[in-house]
C-alpha cells in the first residue's frame, strides 16, 4: 500500500472523529455510503475448547467465539437510514441520554490497510478509544477495534460497511448513545 | 422490619420513601426478605436446548449455575466450589459434561455431583464423602411456557401458585402459537448505575413516562404508530403477588410499524385468538414485571430483562430478545432489528431512561431528600376488580394502580416471617 493512501486514509478517519467529537453528525453522515452496514455484535464471556475449567460434552456444538454472529442480538445493527434517524432524535431536544450532551474524544489508531473487494474500495482496521464525559462526574471509556470498508464515490472516501467491536462483554457505561 | 417498612411504603395512600432505593441496609434486607425466598427468572429453554448446554447468571447477587444434564433435565445450582468458595464457571455459556474449578481442580457432572477430587486417596485419605459436597443446588426449578424460573426458599409455594393469574398474559408475550417463542442468540449485558427497583416499576406499569420520555423515539420513526394514535383505552392491571401488566386497547397498534411485521400479526390474529381466548378482544398487553425482577415488553421490542441488583444504587440489566418460533425468517429478522435499535444499551427508547432512573435512584442518598416521600398516587381509588382480566384494573389507561401494588407486595416481602404471612 502506498504511503500517501495511508496518510489519506488516516487522514479520513481523523476527520470522521473531529466530526464526531464536535457534534457535527450531520456532516458525518455524508462520510457513509448510502449503503452502509454499521454493526456491534455483542461479545460474551466464554471458555475456549482448548480450557480445562470444562469439559465439554458435545463438541459439535460447542461455540468458544465470543462475538454474535449475524442475524444473533447486536448492540447496532443499522443502515443508513436508521442512523440518519438516530442523528435526527438527537435534533428533537428530547433525547435524555445526549441531554445535556456528552463530552466526547475519539483517539484512533493502530491503522492497516488492505486492498477491497475492488479498485474503490480498501478494507481498513483500527483500533479506538472513546472518552466520554458527560454531566457532572460521568465517566465511561469504550475501548475496541473496527473493521472498515471505505470505498471512494466520487472523488471521496466514504465508509461502506463498519464492524466495531468493543472489548467489554458485561458494559460497563449505562448505554450507548454516540458513534464510533 | 415491620415498623419500618409501614415508615417506607405506604401504598394505601400511594407514597414512598427515596430511601428504599438508596440505602445499603435497605438493600441487605431485600437480599434475604426478597430474592432469596422469590421465584426469580433464571433463562428460556432455547437458551440451552441440548444435553450439556449451561449457562450463568444470578439470583440476587448469588451466582448462579443453570445447566441441561446428559438426560436433559434442566438444573440449577449455587455458581461456587464447595472447596473454597471459588466461582466455578465463569463463562456466561457454552456446553459441558462436567466444570472443574481453576483452584484445586475439583470437578462437578452438569447434575452437580462431585465427580473428582484430587489427592483425595492420599491427602483426604478418601475420608472425603463426596455425595454430600456436590454443587448446592437451588430449593425449587420450575419453568412456564419455555420461561425457567427457580427459587432458593423451599418453603416457597409452587411456581404456578406465585405466577397465579398472570400466566395469560404470559401466554399473550410467550405462547401465542404453537412452540412458543425461541430467544434470539445473544444478551445485551450492560450496568445502570440506579437501584433494581427503578426499572422494575417502570415496566411494571409506568404508561405515563412514554408520551415524554420516548418523543424524540417515537417521533424519529424508532417505534410503531401507536403512540402518536391511541385509542385512549387501555388499563394497567395488576393480577397479585406484585405482578404487574400493562395493557392498551385490544385495537391499539403495539408492533414495530414494520410492513412484515404487521402483515404477520394480521395473519395470525384468529390463530392468536383461539389459542388464547376472547380476552384479546378485551386488552392489548405489552410490558409487565413478574415481581420482583423480571421484566417484559412487547411492543417496539419482543425482549426481556432480568434487573440483577449490584448495591443500593447498580443494577446489571440482562436482556434478550425472542420471537415466536414459528414466525418466517424475515419477520424473525425483522423483529430482530427493531429490539436492537428501540432496546438495549443503544436502543432509541431505552438509553433514554438509564439518565431517568440514576437521577431517581440517586436522590435518596441526601439528608434531606431522604426525608421525602415519593408520589404514586396517581389514579388512587379509581382502579377495580375485573373478573374478566382477572386483576385489580385502572379505569384510565395510565395510572399507577401498579406501583401501589408492586410496592404494596415489595413491603409484605420484607415485612413477613415467612409464606403463610404473605
Do not use: S
Given at each position: 500500500m502506498r504511503d500517501e493512501t495511508i496518510r489519506e486514509i488516516e487522514q479520513f478517519l481523523y476527520r470522521e472523529a473531529r466530526l464526531l467529537d464536535d457534534r457535527k453528525f450531520h456532516e458525518w453522515l455524508e462520510l457513509l455510503t448510502d449503503d452502509i452496514r454499521y454493526w456491534m455484535p455483542v461479545r460474551s464471556n466464554r471458555y475456549p475448547v482448548i480450557s480445562k475449567a470444562i469439559s465439554i460434552l458435545d463438541g459439535s456444538r460447542y461455540e468458544e467465539d465470543e462475538l454474535s454472529k449475524e442475524g444473533e442480538l447486536a448492540i447496532m445493527d443499522e443502515d443508513k437510514d436508521s442512523l440518519t434517524r438516530r442523528v435526527q432524535r438527537l435534533d428533537t431536544g428530547m433525547a435524555w441520554a445526549e441531554d445535556p450532551p456528552s463530552r466526547t474524544r475519539h483517539f484512533v489508531s493502530n491503522v492497516q490497510l488492505e486492498p477491497g473487494a475492488n479498485d474503490s474500495e480498501l478494507n481498513v482496521y483500527s483500533n479506538f478509544i472513546m472518552y466520554r464525559t458527560r454531566a457532572e462526574t460521568e465517566v465511561d471509556f469504550y475501548v475496541g477495534c473496527r473493521e472498515d470498508v471505505l470505498r471512494k464515490v466520487g472523488g471521496q472516501w466514504k465508509v461502506a460497511y463498519r464492524k466495531i467491536v468493543l472489548d467489554q462483554t458485561v458494559l460497563l457505561a449505562k448505554n450507548v448513545s454516540n458513534f464510533f | 422490619m415491620l415498623a419500618e417498612v409501614n415508615s417506607l411504603v405506604d401504598a394505601d395512600n400511594g407514597l414512598i420513601s427515596t430511601r428504599i432505593f438508596a440505602e445499603p441496609e435497605i438493600y441487605q434486607e431485600e437480599l434475604e426478605q426478597i430474592f432469596a425466598r422469590c421465584w426469580l427468572f433464571l433463562c428460556h429453554e432455547t437458551q440451552i436446548p441440548q444435553p450439556g448446554d449451561f449457562m450463568t447468571t444470578y439470583m440476587g447477587e448469588d451466582p448462579v449455575l443453570v445447566a441441561r444434564d446428559r438426560s436433559g433435565n434442566i438444573n440449577a445450582f449455587?455458581?461456587?466450589?464447595?472447596?473454597?468458595?471459588?466461582?466455578?464457571?465463569?463463562?456466561e455459556s457454552g456446553n459441558a459434561a462436567a466444570f472443574i474449578c481453576a483452584y484445586h481442580g475439583w470437578a462437578y457432572g452438569n447434575d452437580g455431583g462431585l465427580q473428582a477430587v484430587p489427592n483425595l486417596q492420599d491427602a483426604y485419605y478418601s475420608e472425603l464423602d463426596t455425595n454430600k459436597w456436590g454443587l448446592i443446588p437451588v430449593a425449587q426449578l420450575d419453568s412456564y411456557k419455555g420461561l425457567i424460573f427457580a427459587t432458593f426458599d423451599a418453603s416457597a409455594p409452587p411456581l404456578l401458585d406465585y405466577l397465579g393469574d398472570v400466566t395469560w398474559y404470559l401466554d399473550f408475550f410467550f405462547?401465542?402459537?404453537?412452540?412458543g417463542v425461541e430467544v434470539v442468540g445473544g444478551m445485551h449485558k450492560w450496568i445502570l448505575p440506579?437501584?433494581?427497583k427503578m426499572p422494575s416499576e417502570n415496566f411494571c406499569g409506568d404508561g405515563y413516562h412514554t408520551a415524554w420520555s420516548h418523543l424524540s423515539a417515537t417521533t424519529t420513526g424508532f417505534g410503531g404508530e401507536f403512540r402518536s394514535k391511541p385509542s385512549g383505552e387501555g388499563k394497567v392491571i395488576s393480577t397479585g403477588n406484585g405482578h404487574c401488566i400493562v395493557a392498551l386497547g385490544a385495537e391499539d397498534q403495539t408492533d414495530p410499524s414494520v410492513p412484515v411485521i404487521l402483515a404477520y400479526e394480521a395473519e395470525i390474529k384468529q390463530e392468536v385468538e383461539k389459542r388464547l381466548g376472547d380476552r384479546i378482544n378485551l386488552v392489548k398487553p405489552h410490558a409487565g414485571t413478574i415481581f420482583p425482577n423480571f421484566s417484559i415488553l412487547r411492543s417496539i421490542a419482543r425482549t426481556f430483562r432480568v434487573w440483577q441488583p449490584r448495591g443500593p444504587g447498580h443494577t446489571e440489566i440482562q436482556a434478550g430478545v425472542f420471537v415466536d418460533k414459528a414466525a418466517p425468517p424475515e419477520v424473525k429478522e425483522a423483529f430482530r432489528i427493531q429490539a436492537i435499535r428501540g432496546f438495549g444499551p443503544s436502543g432509541g427508547f431505552e438509553q433514554d431512561d438509564m439518565d431517568n432512573w440514576q437521577g431517581c435512584s440517586e436522590s435518596g442518598r441526601g439528608f434531606i431528600s431522604k426525608r421525602q416521600r415519593l408520589n404514586i398516587?396517581?389514579?388512587?381509588?379509581?382502579e377495580s376488580y375485573d373478573e374478566k382480566l382477572s386483576g385489580w384494573a385502572s379505569d384510565y389507561r395510565i395510572s399507577e394502580n401498579n406501583h401501589r401494588n408492586y410496592y404494596r407486595r415489595w413491603g409484605q416481602m420484607m415485612s413477613a416471617a415467612n409464606w403463610s404471612e404473605l
Open positions: - | 449455587l455458581n461456587i466450589c464447595r472447596h473454597r468458595g471459588n466461582r466455578l464457571c465463569r463463562a405462547d401465542r402459537r404453537e412452540g440506579a437501584n433494581w398516587a396517581m389514579g388512587k381509588g379509581h
